[in-house]
């Protein structure tokens, strides 16, 4: 029932005046104002939601979590959908819950090995690690910044690979025709990290509905933000659910919701472990696990923002494609990204693979390799763009393998191999496609709050920095 309080409607009417007061549109000063890469995209309804939670002051995960849980599976068509505080916990509590001694053979043990896509967000990978799985990577594509599928049965060890878990590269669809066959014909569990490509669908139904666990993040850059947060999704197999909210909340055998006592009917009723017989069911751990829960406020502004989806995802699109016209005249210097299935692009639109999967991409970011022999690099280009303050990212870790984790990890390795140890991972082939997009690839934003105005700018400071002096060839 709406609440009554004056104080409270007054409250609200503040509310939305405030933020409709702070958000009038101020003109954009091209050079001076900064154009971010990303950002929270808002009105008065979002923090509106959030102050009248927080007037309720449940807190905890509650009613507002459970409407959008609700209304998160239903807009990926899957069977549920668990919110978490990030799409890293997203990523790690997915993972864990593979490792489910109830999951019999198909358990994920330590060194049985995952594979996964070299170039791309450290906290895809991370997660294997951290459960004492052997991460196997295999190259990317760097026209697609997605897998090299045709690597995946070289990375294939039988009785050893478990899973295979990759990202949706900034929006755009991996193969999942090749990867779905891959995994179906070798018992395979497959996560989509679909943290980037939230709407983004492949032959026509949403990616994060392929695979056997798929993955959110809610983070500001991402298609819709609660802040921090984030969600796991189970696609069709009921024992994940319970293995996944068993992770995510502190590992319990108890499904109970937070407040709630005795769903099962019997909470004095159980024997586990050595514990004694009728032991509170609400404090039974069968899995090792974390507390990795967000708060009701912020699933209140997680759900406005999952309402304004479709238009994100059609201005994020729309931006996409006025920045491909814009530089289009750059292909001498820079190879433009591709969706998965793409061969090439014109005005008239997308080239496509004869009788390939329909592609359509809900963009993250608008990506750009620059050629090898281009008369300027990456990171002079970065360089320009930062002068102008237009905001550009590299493609988040590069080659992961890279990096002064994994480096650690192989190193210490090789000093000193306990008998019988395991290499931290494996790699497969030369990962040439994920050492170009390191040393290559730049990309700048397509969010919902960028205007023409700003992806005018933003067009003719890349042209001017690919044509002109100011950008020094900067070795990298
Ligand atoms: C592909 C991918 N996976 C996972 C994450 C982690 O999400 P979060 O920042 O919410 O932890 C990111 C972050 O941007 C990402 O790009």
Not at 64 to 73: F, K, P, V, W
Not at 96 to 103: E, K, N, V, Y
Not at 191 to 211: H, K, Q, V, W
Not at 353 to 372: A, L, N
């Amino acid at each position: 029932m709406e609440n009554q309080e004056p104080e409270y409607a007054q409250i609200l009417e503040l509310t939305r005046q405030l933020v409709r007061k702070r958000q009038q549109a101020s003109s954009f000063q091209a050079g001076q104002d900064p154009v971010p890469y990303a950002g929270r995209v808002y009105d008065e309804r979002e923090v509106e939601a959030g102050v009248r939670s927080m007037l309720d002051f449940w807190l905890t995960l509650g009613p507002e979590g459970d409407a959008l849980e609700r209304s998160l599976a239903t807009a990926l068509g899957v069977r549920s959908s668990h919110l978490v505080n990030s799409g890293s916990s997203a990523n790690l509590v997915a993972v864990s819950a593979l490792t489910s001694h109830s999951l019999g053979a198909r358990r994920l043990c330590p060194g049985d090995e995952v594979i996964t896509v070299a170039a791309g967000f450290p906290t895809t990978v991370s997660p294997i690690i951290q459960n004492r799985a052997v991460p196997v990577f295999i190259d990317n594509d760097p026209s697609t910044g997605n897998a090299r599928v045709e690597q995946l049965e070289d990375a294939f060890v039988p009785g050893k690979t478990k899973a295979v878990f990759m990202a949706h590269t900034l929006g755009n669809p991996f193969d999942l025709a090749a990867v779905t066959d891959f995994c179906q014909r070798h018992d395979l569990w497959l996560i989509e990290d679909n943290c980037d490509a939230l709407g983004s669908l492949y032959d026509g139904r949403p990616t994060g509905s392929f695979g056997d666990l798929s993955t959110q993040s809610f983070y500001p850059p991402h298609h819709i933000t609660m802040g921090e947060g984030g969600a796991v999704n189970i696609v069709r197999n009921a024992r994940l659910k319970v293995l996944v909210e068993s992770f995510r909340d502190w590992g319990r055998d108890c499904w109970c919701a937070s407040g709630c006592d005795d769903t099962c009917g019997k909470r004095f009723g159980w024997q586990l472990g050595e514990l004694p017989e009728g032991y509170d069911h609400k404090y039974i751990y069968t899995h090792l696990g974390y507390n990795l829960k967000p708060t009701d406020p912020q699933a209140a502004i997680g759900r406005v923002q999952l309402e304004k989806l479709a238009t994100f995802v059609s201005a994020r699109s729309s931006n996409w494609n006025t920045l491909r016209r814009n530089l289009a005249d750059l292909e001498e210097h820079v190879d433009f990204m591709l969706p998965t299935h793409a061969t090439g692009w014109s005005e008239a639109g997308f080239s496509w693979q004869p009788g390939s999967p329909e592609v359509d991409p809900s963009w993250f970011g608008f990506m750009m390799v620059v050629k090898e022999n281009a008369p300027f690099s990456r990171t002079g280009l970065a360089n320009a763009l930062d002068q102008h303050k237009i905001g550009n990212r590299m493609l988040f870790g590069g080659n992961l393998v890279r990096q002064p984790a994994l480096v650690r990890l192989r190193r210490e390795y090789e000093k000193n191999p306990a008998a019988g140890a395991q290499p931290p991972f494996r790699v497969v082939g030369d990962l040439t496609g994920a050492d170009r997009l390191m040393n290559q690839a730049i990309f700048v934003g397509v969010y919902p709050g960028l205007n023409d105005e700003q992806l005018t700018f933003m067009s003719d400071c890349i042209r001017q920095a690919c044509h002109g002096q100011s950008v020094a060839k900067t070795v990298v």
